[in-house]
Each structure stands twice: as C-alpha cells, then as structure tokens.
C-alpha cells in the first residue's frame, strides 16, 4: 500500500515538474536531426522529420552569408537575416536560431515578442536604445521597463514572451546578432498583430479596447495595416 502510495505521489510529481517543460523545445533524444527538406511531408512532428543520418553531410549543419545583412523589410528601416532550420537543416530540434538584423539610424524594431523563445542580443555595430516591459505582479495594470543604450560589444537579453524594442538612437546603420533559444521562436509584432489581423476586429471594439473614438482607430489601421 505503501510503495502504491510512493509510486503514484512520484508519477503525479513527475508529470507536474515535466509538464512545463514541453512548451520549450525538446531536447533531442539523437545525436542529429537533420531535416528532411519535403514539403509535402504530411506527418507532423515538434520539428521537422528526420533525414536517415547515414546521409547528413556537413553542409546540413554549414550556413554562409551572414557577413552581408538581408532584405529591408519595405517601409520600416531594419533588415533581418535568420539562419534558421529553413535555411540549415541540421538546427532541427537543436532549439537554437540566429538572426543578423541591421536597423537605419533613428529606426526602431517595433513593440514585439517572441512566445517561445530568450532572446540574447549583442550590438556590433551603432549605438542602440533597448528594452523590455515585465508585468507587475502586483497590479497587472503597470509594467516594469528594464533597458539599456547598447554600444558595441554590449550584450542585453529579453527574457522569452515579454514585449520589447530597439531603436537605433544613432546616425549611422547599427548591426546586431540575435540569438533565439528555439527553432521556431514565433514573432508577434503588437501594433500589427493587433490593426492588421484578417478579418480585421471591428472599428467598435478597437474603439472600446484601446479607449479611443473611429476616427483615432482609423488612423491606426492606415498606419498599421
Ligand atoms: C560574404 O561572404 C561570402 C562567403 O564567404 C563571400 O563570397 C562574399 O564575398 C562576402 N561578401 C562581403 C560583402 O564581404
Ligand atoms: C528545400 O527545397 C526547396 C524546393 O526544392 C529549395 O528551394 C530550398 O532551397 C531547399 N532548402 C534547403 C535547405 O535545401
Ligand atoms: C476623436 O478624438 C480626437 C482626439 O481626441 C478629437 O480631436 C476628435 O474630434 C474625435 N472625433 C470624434 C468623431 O469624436
């Protein structure tokens, strides 16, 4: 009766501790995992499916490129290259991304988070103004802000979830490195989520959400969307 006891008070503790742990990426239970680039591959999987390994070459696990920054993304001043499972399939299941973003001087990387991953960033080139918003626990109707003016070299993290930003408060292009600890980190950019969304939320209930009139809610979406 006893060792019953034992075993299911562990299982139960078991199953409480672990839980948690399968909304990050798993650890991967092989030495590599390349991935199989098929898009027609209908089973789906926390990752991609795995080429056989007898056939992973070097070049699975190679990226090059990333000494020349990425496309600009139209109308905003930043660009971003991701070096990401997609492009180096050997990072499947590894929960790990890296991305090169270079921001225009007087730009900023606008109100985002990533749901399922830190985000380590280090500045090589510029100067840059971070930082992220941390709920109040005791009334979450206020946030902290922690941030920081980065110089090169300097190294900042926001921590998985938390909305944030970085504006280049410089005058010349600043470049950056972006570390994810997650293969798919996701990407919510809040004023965009929020005003661009297709069907779009009604005029009214933007109204009542953010507190403003139609005519207010419709400049947003025209900048927004
Ligand atoms: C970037 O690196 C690639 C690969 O090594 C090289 O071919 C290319 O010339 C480099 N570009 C610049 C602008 O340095
Ligand atoms: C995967 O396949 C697509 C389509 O054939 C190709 O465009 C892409 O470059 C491939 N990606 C890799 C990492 O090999
Ligand atoms: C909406 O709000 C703005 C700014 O407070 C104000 O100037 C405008 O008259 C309002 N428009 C309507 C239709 O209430």
Not at 36 to 61: E, H, M, R, Y
Request: charged share 15%; aromatic share 14%.
């Amino acid at each position: 009766m006893r060792m019953w006891w034992f075993i299911t008070t562990l299982a139960i503790s078991a199953f409480i501790c672990n839980s948690p742990v399968y909304a990050y990426d798993n650890n991967p239970l092989q030495d590599i995992c390349v991935a199989l680039n098929d898009s027609q591959a209908s089973v789906f999987v926390n990752g991609k499916i795995c080429k056989d390994p007898k056939l992973a070459t070097a070049n699975d696990f190679y990226f090059s490129g990333l000494n020349v920054s990425g496309n600009e993304v139209p109308g905003l001043g930043f660009s971003l290259k991701t070096v990401d499972v997609n492009n180096m399939p050997g990072l499947n299941t590894l929960g790990i991304t890296l991305v090169r973003a270079d921001l225009e001087p007087q730009r900023i990387g606008p109100f985002h988070m990533h749901p399922r991953a830190t985000e380590m960033i280090t500045i090589l080139e510029g100067t840059a103004y971070a930082g992220f918003l941390v709920p109040d626990p005791a009334n979450f109707f206020k946030s902290h802000l922690f941030s920081k003016i980065l110089n090169p070299g300097d190294v900042f993290v926001f921590p998985q979830g938390l909305i944030h930003f970085l504006y280049n408060m410089g005058y010349k292009k600043a470049t950056f490195l972006f570390y994810f600890n997650s293969q798919n980190p996701g990407f919510v950019i809040i004023p965009y989520s929020i005003f661009a969304s297709n069907p779009p939320i009604s005029d009214d209930i933007l109204a009542k959400g953010f507190q403003l009139n139609k005519t207010e809610i419709a400049e947003l979406r025209k900048k927004f969307s």
